[in-house]
């Protein structure tokens, strides 16, 4: 639950497929998750792009009725959740932007670190914004950058961008996707079985339209897709390790999504069976924070031999009167949002698994309400390492005097929720859980992988790379 973070948003795109703007609707609707302030569809029929959004869920921003909607020949889709810029239909992506190039659909995941400071140089220059999104900074690039061909000024203007990105791009002829150079922000391949070529911010979106996974984007890869077949070339020419965000594994992305060539829900079992060997206790039931705490409060229990139970329900009928990001709104609505099934918890001693714990005050109302149920102990155990920093790269913490283990050490968090116990997982355990590949941990005090640009970002620590 992981006190309600957001990511910043979700992309897809497909070209090639008959049914393209319906499979993008469905592709658009499983990456839900990622974002549930707006939603919107850009469709390339009979060579016009279309694009249509609304505020909301996709399926209160979306109707697929007329059939530039329903059919297309390529198309692309967005979930939004603001962690820059205003909570507006002016923001929902994509954006159609007119250049000299032809027409440009653009859809965004992520975060700029230079992005404010691009925006300054680009209204010096004369450019003019319509909202406040870091995404529309890319399309003025594109449109002043001096290259003859689209591809061109594209390459070179994702170049210039710093941070924690990925873009879909759609135009009158093809289909782009970008992942920035350290691959914080994830993008995937997937193909259809017609032979479509798809892209998505996670692989749970190539199941809802029955499409295979075929790789990751590669971290600072341009990819274009024609037809049906693909190129592959690269917008920056130095390698850097990757580090994706390890918080897409422990909280953010889909259990049933693979990131890195592993199950997220595997991921986080095994997080939650090292958890239990690095912070033991005797219990009679664990018990996770439904639903995203659920896979390392199995892992939990298995490795101490203990029955794991449905302590907590989630009425998941209220999530969206509290997507708002405000810090009153999120109190209220634990309350509302979970309840404890007395049966499973009156007198006894529980371990209560989460994810995370970054704010803090859901595990205080989550405490409360299990002894309201008659728990006679509550020891909290977090398989992710302490929340220290806040991220720069697309996740809704970047007020640091909000992060709980920022300004208190663990026994003062411990009091502070009101836990008979309190252990988070090491950072070691962390590395350990997540077996291979390169991971962005800046938020667990292991260093930004991309230092901080602009004045509004102030940098708390840029040595060390991702791990
Ligand atoms: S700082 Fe944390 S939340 Fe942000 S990208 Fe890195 S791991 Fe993810």
Same mark, same amino acid.
């Given at each position: 639950?992981?006190d309600?973070l957001?990511d910043?948003c979700?992309?897809?795109g497909?070209?090639?497929?008959?049914q393209?703007a319906?499979?993008?609707?469905?592709?658009?609707?499983?990456?839900?998750?990622?974002?549930?302030?707006?939603a919107?569809?850009?469709?390339?029929?009979?060579?016009?792009?279309?694009?249509?959004?609304?505020?909301?869920l996709v399926?209160?921003?979306?109707?697929?009725?007329?059939?530039s #909607?329903?059919?297309?020949?390529?198309?692309?889709?967005?979930?939004?959740?603001?962690?820059?810029?205003?909570?507006?239909?002016?923001?929902?992506?994509?954006?159609?932007?007119?250049?000299?190039?032809?027409?440009?659909?653009?859809? #965004?995941?992520?975060?700029?670190?230079?992005?404010a !400071?691009?925006r300054?140089?680009?209204?010096?220059?004369?450019?003019?914004f319509?909202?406040?999104?870091?995404?529309?900074?890319?399309?003025?690039?594109?449109?002043?950058?001096g $290259?003859?061909?689209f591809?061109?000024?594209?390459?070179?203007?994702?170049?210039k961008?710093l941070?924690?990105f990925?873009?879909?791009v759609?135009?009158?002829?093809?289909?782009?996707?970008?992942?920035?150079?350290?691959?914080?922000?994830?993008?995937?391949?997937?193909r259809?079985?017609?032979?479509?070529?798809?892209?998505?911010?996670e692989?749970?979106?190539?199941?809802?339209?029955?499409a295979?996974?075929?790789?990751?984007?590669?971290?600072?890869e341009?990819?274009?897709?024609?037809?049906s077949h693909?190129?592959?070339?690269?917008?920056?020419?130095?390698?850097?390790?990757?580090?994706?965000c390890?918080f897409?594994?422990?909280y953010?992305?889909?259990?049933?999504?693979?990131?890195?060539?592993?199950?997220?829900?595997?991921?986080?079992?095994?997080?939650?069976?090292?958890?239990?060997?690095e912070?033991?206790?005797d219990?009679?039931?664990?018990?996770?924070?439904p639903?995203s705490?659920t896979?390392?409060?199995?892992?939990?229990a298995k490795?101490?031999?203990l029955p794991?139970?449905?302590?907590?329900?989630? !009425?998941?009928?209220?999530?969206r009167?509290?997507?708002?990001? !405000? #810090?009153?709104?999120?109190?209220?609505g634990?309350?509302?949002?979970?309840?404890?099934?007395?049966?499973?918890?009156?007198?006894?001693?529980?371990?209560?698994?989460?994810?995370?714990?970054?704010?803090?005050?859901?595990?205080?109302?989550?405490?409360?309400?299990? $002894?309201?149920?008659?728990?006679?102990?509550?020891?909290?155990?977090i398989a992710?390492?302490?929340?220290t920093?806040?991220?720069?790269?697309?996740i809704?913490t970047?007020?640091?005097?909000?992060l709980?283990?920022? !300004?208190?050490?663990?026994?003062q968090?411990?009091?502070?929720?009101?836990a008979?116990?309190?252990?988070?997982?090491?950072?070691?355990g962390?590395?350990?859980?997540?077996?291979?590949?390169?991971?962005?941990?800046?938020?667990?005090?292991?260093g930004?992988?991309?230092?901080?640009q602009?004045?509004?970002?102030?940098p708390?620590?840029v040595?060390?790379?991702?791990?």
């Amino acid at each position: 639950m992981a006190d309600e973070l957001h990511d910043e948003c979700g992309v897809f795109g497909i070209f090639g497929d008959s049914q393209a703007a319906l499979k993008s609707y469905w592709g658009t609707f499983s990456l839900q998750h990622r974002g549930q302030e707006s939603a919107g569809l850009a469709v390339l029929h009979k060579e016009e792009i279309t694009v249509h959004k609304g505020m909301g869920l996709v399926t209160e921003a979306l109707k697929v009725e007329t059939e530039s #909607q329903r059919l297309g020949f390529a198309a692309m889709g967005h979930v939004r959740y603001s962690t820059t810029g205003e909570s507006s239909i002016v923001n929902a992506q994509p954006l159609l932007m007119k250049t000299r190039f032809g027409l440009l659909a653009l859809g #965004q995941n992520g975060n700029l670190v230079n992005g404010a !400071n691009l925006r300054q140089q680009l209204e010096k220059e004369g450019a003019i914004f319509q909202g406040t999104t870091d995404s529309e900074v890319l399309a003025h690039l594109i449109a002043r950058s001096g $290259r003859d061909s689209f591809y061109e000024a594209l390459k070179e203007s994702l170049a210039k961008l710093l941070g924690g990105f990925a873009f879909t791009v759609l135009t009158q002829d093809a289909l782009y996707g970008a992942r920035d150079p350290r691959g914080i922000r994830p993008l995937a391949l997937g193909r259809t079985e017609e032979g479509a070529y798809v892209l998505a911010s996670e692989s749970c979106a190539f199941d809802a339209i029955r499409a295979h996974y075929v790789r990751e984007i590669e971290p600072g890869e341009l990819i274009t897709i024609r037809e049906s077949h693909i190129e592959s070339d690269r917008f920056v020419s130095f390698e850097t390790g990757r580090a994706l965000c390890s918080f897409e594994m422990i909280y953010f992305a889909r259990p049933d999504s693979r990131m890195e060539g592993q199950s997220t829900h595997m991921v986080r079992r095994r997080l939650g069976e090292i958890l239990a060997k690095e912070a033991p206790v005797d219990a009679d039931v664990v018990i996770g924070v439904p639903d995203s705490s659920t896979p390392a409060a199995m892992g939990y229990a298995k490795a101490r031999n203990l029955p794991f139970d449905m302590g907590l329900v989630k !009425n998941r009928y209220v999530a969206r009167t509290f997507i708002t990001p !405000n #810090q009153a709104l999120r109190e209220a609505g634990v309350q509302l949002k979970l309840s404890a099934v007395k049966e499973v918890v009156d007198g006894k001693r529980i371990v209560l698994v989460d994810d995370s714990l970054v704010r803090g005050t859901t595990s205080r109302h989550l405490i409360q309400i299990l $002894r309201h149920a008659g728990a006679k102990e509550v020891h909290m155990r977090i398989a992710s390492p302490p929340y220290t920093d806040p991220c720069y790269y697309g996740i809704d913490t970047s007020r640091a005097t909000e992060l709980a283990a920022r !300004n208190m050490n663990v026994e003062q968090i411990r009091k502070a929720v009101g836990a008979d116990s309190l252990a988070y997982l090491s950072l070691g355990g962390l590395k350990a859980g997540l077996s291979q590949g390169g991971w962005c941990m800046a938020c667990f005090g292991a260093g930004y992988p991309v230092p901080l640009q602009d004045e509004t970002s102030t940098p708390l620590s840029v040595t060390k790379g991702g791990n």
